[in-house]
């Protein structure tokens, strides 16, 4: 499979698809693929497309209908990896023909333009938001809940990939990962990203927000430890037409993560409680299946991974945080969430 092809990968400017752009350059089976990355720059940069011969970057919108026409005529790609997504769960409540808009109707835009291309394989990262409010620890073969706006539109794009296969025969996998942190996170995205929204604000000289008491309960996932099972998964029989949770199984609460988040950029912990707001407040899942489909998936302490990350927070041109922008249901909006 040396022969010389086309990958697409959107939101490849962005942080976790950026790091699976990498990945994907780094399967020595792909030494002739080329790799299109499309990104809006809406939350990624153009600096973490990897500037190599192989990789040429479209600044673009998937729900542009002329664009993803035009780059599937020219490429005719044999992958697509969907990673394009405004990811804020929380605010999606009040943004919600604009979630909808961006992360499910841009999501069947290529599904369609996949099948009538024939493609060969649909790798789509959806996300544990689809469980809602589900007991913890979260497995694949629970019934989905969501329970906001972007896990409804997580999970209904999962629904329309399994009716492209049994209709069209596209393969796919679909990845729910969660918490995932690491070098090139948004920092300046104060919605989402709790670990990146810390480190802004610590390095800012500002507190961390915490919203509640502090006990809600992730499990944070440091990039590198995934992003070649996604990268590769394409090539896995173990994997096509499957659902894999990807993470880390340790839990920790959102008081503990503002102190390992501190302690990694040497700073105190200077944190601010604000209101709590309507979110899940345990979520982590389990992990079988994908240690059955993926046994090299690494598992790095959220101590190291934050020292690798802090270290290049340490380096990185630090931004205010911005406002999203129009919000479009100001009602029950948090005070901090306001422009």
């Not at 501190?262 to 409680?273: F, I, S, V």
């Amino acid at each position: 499979m040396s022969d010389g092809f086309s990958i697409l990968v959107t939101g490849g400017a962005g942080f976790m698809g950026s790091h699976v752009v990498d990945a994907i350059l780094g399967v020595s089976r792909w030494d002739r693929a080329r790799v299109v990355v499309v990104d809006d720059l809406s939350g990624g940069a153009r600096e973490n497309v990897a500037d190599h011969p192989r990789v040429e970057f479209v600044r673009g919108d998937i729900g542009d209908p002329e664009l993803v026409s035009r780059l599937f005529a020219k490429h005719r790609f044999r992958f697509v990896y969907h990673l394009a997504a405004y990811a804020a769960e929380g605010l999606s409540h009040f943004i919600r023909h604009f979630n909808y808009s961006n992360n499910l109707l841009g999501s069947v835009r290529l599904i369609n333009a996949a099948v009538n291309h024939r493609c060969e394989c649909f790798v789509f990262t959806s996300s544990i938001a689809v469980y809602g409010h589900g007991r913890p620890p979260l497995r694949e073969d629970l019934p989905p809940v969501p329970a906001d706006p972007y896990g409804i539109a997580k999970y209904a794009v999962e629904l329309d990939l399994a009716a492209a296969f049994e209709t069209h025969r596209l393969p796919f996998v679909i990845f729910r990962p969660h918490n995932v942190y690491g070098p090139r996170q948004n920092l300046a995205d104060k919605y989402r990203n709790v670990v990146g929204i810390f480190m802004n604000r610590l390095l800012r000289g500002e507190p961390m927000p915490i919203f509640g008491d502090g006990t809600q309960q992730r499990a944070f996932t440091y990039i590198g430890d995934i992003a070649d099972a996604i990268a590769r998964s394409p090539l896995n029989p173990k994997a096509i037409n499957g659902t894999f949770n990807l993470g880390s199984d340790d839990a920790c609460d959102v008081n503990h993560l503002a102190d390992l988040v501190a302690a990694a950029l040497g700073l105190p912990a200077n944190k601010t409680y604000l209101p709590a707001r309507n979110e899940v407040h345990v979520a982590y899942a389990d992990h079988a299946r994908a240690a059955a489909a993926f046994p090299e998936i690494a598992h790095t302490p959220l101590t190291e991974g934050l020292a690798t990350m802090a270290a290049w927070a340490r380096g990185a041109k630090l931004a205010p945080s911005r406002s999203f922008e129009p919000i479009e249901i100001e009602a029950g909006l948090p005070p901090s969430w306001r422009a």
